[in-house]
């Protein structure tokens, strides 16, 4: 069965750093992008980006380019989102699903973190 | 990058009656290699997005065949047959033709 497990839960001050995951299992994951999106409260779906967890290949939206670093470990089947300096406009539910690169679309998802930002 | 426009915002259905939503994209979604990457995922409150239809038309494993999509170019819609109480919650169309892939802004259904 494929499943995609994401890490707790994050409250974080503005300014601190923070990196949250992604496990993946059930499938080869070095063989699938991983994507990531955000979800502010009450609004829609933004996609951030992907990842290629076997060549660590990525492709960003210049929306977040610059905002969040994507990357993986394929020895752990695990994608990281971080953040050098976090901001209170950071705080959303981050998910991370599969893509399916033949065909496009994204099949499996994770269960989000929520990720607040206050001071 | 594309954006996708989504129509209405918001859909007050009657159980056991039809519901369309409609998606247009600002160019089209015509991949050069032929295909279309459209997709529509279904948001319940409280739960991650899920696959519905992938490529326009397909319907991902699992999904009940009330649901159906169509279209082409840059006019999308999703229909759902005969809408069932768990079909409440938010639609959204995605396109993966261009980077970055875009997600519509949703479109929420709900029961009246």
């Known amino acids: 069965e494929v499943q995609l497990v994401q890490s707790g839960a994050e409250v974080k001050k503005p300014g601190e750093s923070l990196k949250i995951s992604c496990k993946g299992s059930g499938y080869n994951f070095s063989d699938y992008w991983i994507a990531w999106v955000r979800q502010m409260p009450g609004k829609g779906l933004e996609w951030m980006g992907i990842i290629y967890p076997g060549d660590s290949d990525t492709r960003s939206s210049p929306s977040f380019q610059g905002q969040v670093i994507v990357s993986a470990d394929k020895s752990i089947t695990t994608a990281y989102l971080h953040w050098s300096s976090l901001k209170a406009s950071d705080t959303a539910i981050y998910y991370c699903?599969?893509?399916?690169?033949?065909?496009?679309?994204?099949?499996?998802w994770g269960q989000g973190t929520l990720v607040t930002v206050s001071s | 990058d594309i954006v996708m426009t989504q129509t209405p915002l918001s859909s007050p259905v009657t159980l056991g009656q039809p519901a369309s939503i409609s998606c247009r994209s600002s160019?089209?979604?015509?991949?050069?290699?032929?295909?279309?990457?459209l997709s529509w995922l279904h948001q319940r409150p409280g739960q991650p997005p899920r696959l519905l239809i992938y490529?326009?038309?397909n319907r991902f494993s699992g999904v009940p065949d009330r649901f159906s999509g169509s279209g082409a170019g840059t006019d999308f819609t999703l229909r759902i047959r005969r809408v069932e109480a768990e079909d409440v919650g938010v639609y959204y169309c995605?396109?993966?033709?261009?980077?970055?892939?875009?997600f519509g802004q949703g479109t929420k259904l709900e029961i009246k």
């Open positions: 995605m396109q993966a033709t261009q980077f970055p892939h875009t």
């Open positions: 699903a599969r893509l399916q690169w033949e065909l496009l679309y994204l099949d499996y």
């Open positions: 160019q089209s979604l015509v991949h050069f290699n032929g295909n279309t990457y």
């Open positions: 490529k326009i038309s």
